[in-house]
Structure formats: C-alpha cells, structure tokens
C-alpha cells in the first residue's frame, strides 16, 4: 500500500512536469510567430505537444530519444515560459474551477493504475518504444517487423517520456497524463456554455467527457487516446463554435496545426484534416489560414514523409502510394498483405487472410452490420446523421444553411473510414461527435431556462465517472515479461522472437533488440550493425511457361 501511495503521487507529479514544459514550448511558438497569448493555458499546451512532435521527429533522424535529447526543449521552454508569465493571469472564473480540477487529476490518476495491457502493446507499441530509445530512426525497419513501418511519432513522445522519468515505466502515464488534460480543459468549456447559455457546447462537453471517462488500457501508449482528443477538439471547438456563429480566425488556424502533427502521431486522423483544409478554404476564407501555420504544417509534414520512407521506403505506409526504389523498400507483397489484413479485420471483426474474399466482393457489409448493429456509438452516429438531414431540409438557403454544411466534416472523414478500416475502435469518437452535433444543432430551439447551478451540471459527469474507477487500483510496475528465443539469421547475426509462436503469441514488449516475429528467410542487415538498418533479398522470378 506504501508502495502504492508513493508511485500515485509521483506519477502525477511526472505529468505535470512534462505539461509544464509543452506549455513553455507553446508560448514560445505564440513569441516566434508573433502571436498574441491566449487567455487560456490549453492554446499553449497543445501547440507546445505540437512542437515537441516536430523537435522529436527531427531529433530522431539522427539520434536516439534519449536523456540527451532533453536538454533542447527544457531550454526553449523556459524561454517559453518568461513569454507566458507576463501575459497570462489566472482569472476568478480559473479559480472557481479548482475544485473539479482537483478532481480529474485524481480520477485519471486512479485510472492510470489499470494494470491491464492492450495486446497490440504487447506486440509492437513497447518494442516500438524500446527502439526509439536505443537507435536512431533504422533504414528499412519494417522488413525486421512489419509493425515497425507504421510512422506513428505518439512513441516517440512514449521514449521522451521514459527518458523524463528515467525509467521504462514512464510511458505508463502517457494516456493518462492527455486524456486528464483534455478532461480538464473540457469542464472549462462545458463552465464557459453554462455561462454564456450555449446549449449545443453543453452537450458536446458532457459527451466529450463522458467519452473520456469510458476510456481503458490507460497504462498502453496506444496512438487510440490521441485520435479520439484531437476528433472531439476539432469537432467541439471548430464545428460547434461555427455552428453558433463564433468562429474565429485563430481557432481555425489552432486547430489546422493541431491536426497537422496529429496525423504525424496517427495517420488515422487525416481524413480529419483533408475535411477540416477544405472547411477552412471554402466555408470561411482563403485569407483566413496565417502563412506561418501553413509553414509549420508543411515542415511537419515532410519530415513525416521522410521518416515514413526511411522506416518502410513507403510515405503513407501501409498504403503502396509514391514508394520509391530503394534497397530496403517493403517488398510490395508484404505491403499488401498486411494492408489486406487490417482490413479484413476491420470489416469482417475476424483475424486472417482468410477474410480477404469476403471483403472483395462487398458481401462483408453484411457481417459488418451484424457484427457492429449492437454497439452504442453506431447509433449515436446514426441519430446524430438522421438529425442533421432533418435540419439541412426543413431551414431555408442561406447563412444557416452554409453554417450546417460545416457539418460535412466529421462525414467526410468517416466516409473515408468506412471505406479503409471499419473498426468502431478506429472512430469512436468521430462517431459520438456526429451524434452530439447532430442532436445539439436542434438544442438552441429549446426553452431551457438556467435555474440550476452550473457545479450541479458538473458534478453529473463526475459521479457518472466513478462508475469507471478501478475498486482495487494497482500501479504496473513494469511491462509484462515477454518468453523469447534467440533465432541465428543468414550472415550469423541473431534476432530473438517469441517463444510460441505456434500459438500465434506475438507477444514481443521486452524481448532483447532485434527482436521480429517469423523473421523471413530473405531477411538481411544493411551493413554490419542493426543502425545501418534491414532489406530482403528479391526473390528470383519463376522462369515457367503456361502449357
């Protein structure tokens, strides 16, 4: 229990820490772009994470994430921090929101000490995260574990977060750490549209919250978190706000960089943006995307291509989309067979190749219902698509129509989702902000008066929360042991697998670098150490004539 006790507190405290310096990296993006502060703490933390993002892509071109690639940004962030000391003050409306706050820190605290592990972690998103600290970026990383292709730099920010707390557990707090700060800023929104009786924000904060607080698997620093915050960021603050006549410039620009290295930590979220690009250029104005935003969100993204190419000889791995010809390029077979792969699953809810046919044909449509019919945020998105239609048909053109066109966005994205990876998993949070903006654009019409004070609209999602907090919480002290064998490769060099395989464990979270799963016959080093990175060699060609 003393144990316990001692790792709660210090885990927080880890957290704060670690916000504590993306703050100061956001308030010296606002000084650099000459940018006026915000009145709020958040416009800073997510623009510092974004800048974090960008430092640690380019820092592990050339080094490991590791102790050493600390000291950059702890110098800019205390730059960062004189910035923000003298424009930001805590207000009495910031004040009299300490008593929830208090209240989400310990929540997300307690749900960080779920021991359970999701088993994609296990196979790849530790290993993932071992990597990052031990080697720079590897030349042909995917040909060792295809896994290892997918340019998702939410690990590297798992490796910083190691070399922070000085431990392999640090990346325990990773979700939690995001998931309670998102919590918090959401109960400043869901104070702010009590206050300034904006029903549809209302709704939106108490789903989004709700949503929050159904999350799982905290201690896995599954990419998931990411994708579901951003979804409801983009979604409650952009739309929402637009839908009520209050959009601004800035927000827009805030949130376009905020999806731009989003995508760069899951690539997941770029049906996200391609909506949110064309929202900017077409539903407001041109004039309204800043030069500088564009040049961040460009440099992001190349040097996302650019790690994409390295890692797999793939931009957009595991698409097949502009791969180059180059000596430790992704056979294409394997490319394939791992695209084809994740499909199936997302369609058919069924592992193996053998759901390849099924999907081919469209007739996985069908399973595809009868296997998702019975989950809530299916019909959340439903109702919310249904209420929408409704609205769009019975306004009159004009101003109100443009602003529900708006609503396109999150339809967009999820049309591309349905058409890549059905998984509910991969949209749930698309799928609930359908549902609450479709339903919240009928709430301004209704008579409700404000009689009730704003803490007791508070307090519902709070006590709803516990229903979620673990009764016996105990901290993961560490990864779970993985059972490895040593396997020797051509050119006597050795990768350690798993142990039982024949099993289909795939299990590999703390098996000795290099590690692999049925590592191909084909499987080469570049040079002589693992740094210089992993190829196949071609497989000869069969010099048959049909009869």
């Known amino acids: 229990m003393i144990e316990w006790l001692m790792g709660y507190p210090m885990r927080i405290v880890m957290a704060f820490v670690f916000f504590i310096i993306c703050t100061g990296l956001g308030g010296g993006v606002f000084r650099f772009a000459r940018l006026a502060m915000p009145q709020s703490w958040f416009p800073a933390i997510w623009s ?38 003298k424009n930001v003050k805590i207000s009495s409306f910031q004040k009299g929101m300490i008593i929830p706050v208090i209240f989400l820190i310990l929540f997300f605290g307690l749900k960080m000490a779920e021991t359970d592990f999701m088993y994609d972690s296990l196979v790849y998103h530790f290993q993932t995260i071992r990597w990052y600290e031990q080697y720079a970026i590897i030349p042909g990383h995917a040909n060792l574990l295809i896994y290892f292709g997918f340019n998702q730099s939410w690990f590297l920010l798992g490796a910083f977060l190691n070399a922070l707390v000085g431990s392999p557990t640090g990346v325990f707090i990773l979700n939690g750490s995001f998931l309670g700060l998102a919590a918090i800023e959401w109960i400043f ?27 799982v698997n905290l201690s896995s620093p599954s990419p998931d978190v990411l994708v579901t915050i951003i979804t409801l960021q983009v979604l409650g603050i952009g739309i929402t706000k637009y839908l009520k006549g209050q959009f601004q410039t800035i927000r827009g620009n805030y949130l376009l960089w905020i999806l731009s290295w989003g995508v760069a930590c899951k690539l997941s979220l770029s049906g996200l943006l391609l909506g949110w690009i064309l929202y900017l ?39 097949q989309l502009l791969g180059l010809d180059l000596i430790w390029k992704v056979p294409q077979e394997k490319v394939q067979a791992l695209a084809d792969f994740i499909k199936g699953f997302a369609r058919t809810g069924t592992h193996g190749y053998w759901t390849l046919p099924e999907f081919q044909d469209g007739s996985w449509i069908h399973k595809w219902i009868q296997i998702n019919r019975t989950k809530p945020a ?42 890549a990876a059905p998984d509910v998993r991969f949209a749930n949070a698309l799928l609930w902000g359908v549902g609450l903006l479709g339903v ?59 142990a039982f395989i024949k099993y289909d464990d795939w ?14 016959s084909s499987l080469r080093m570049i040079g002589t150490t693992i740094q210089q990175g992993f190829f196949h060699i071609p497989k000869p060609h069969a010099n048959t004539v049909k009869e």
Not at 454 to 462: F, K
Not at 507 to 519: E, G, Q
Request: glycine share 8%.
């Open 507 to 520: 299990r590999i979270a703390t098996c000795a670098l290099p590690t692999s799963v049925r590592p191909d």
């Open 48 to 85: 510092g994470v974004g800048v974090l993002v960008f430092y640690l892509m380019l820092w592990h071109l050339f080094f490991p994430v590791d102790k050493l690639s600390l000291i950059i940004p702890c110098g800019i962030s205390l730059l960062g921090w004189i910035r923000i000391w």
């Open 281 to 319: 250029l077409f539903i407001t104005s041109k004039k309204n995307i800043q030069p500088k935003i564009i040049i961040g969100c460009l440099l992001i993204g190349g040097i996302f291509i650019i790690r994409g190419i390295i890692l797999s000889g793939y931009p957009l791995f595991p698409t």
């Open 189 to 215: 929104r869901f104070r702010f549209a009590v206050v300034n009786r904006n029903t549809m924000l209302m709704l939106f904060s108490i789903g989004s919250l709700l949503l929050l607080f159904r999350s």
């Open 440 to 498: 919240g654009i009928w709430l301004p019409e209704l008579p409700i008066r404000w009689k009730i004070s704003p803490w007791v609209w508070i307090s519902i999602p709070c006590l709803i929360s516990l229903i979620w907090v673990p009764l016996h919480p105990q901290w993961p002290k560490e990864i779970p042991q993985s059972a490895c064998i040593s396997q020797l490769m051509t050119g006597g060099w050795k990768v350690n697998t798993p």
């Open 378 to 419: 299916i019909w959340i998105g439903i109702i919310g698509f249904i209420a929408w239609i409704i609205k769009l048909v019975k306004i009159p053109k004009g101003k109100s129509r443009i602003q529900l066109i708006s609503y396109c966005i999150p339809l967009l994205a999820l049309i591309i989702w349905f058409w």
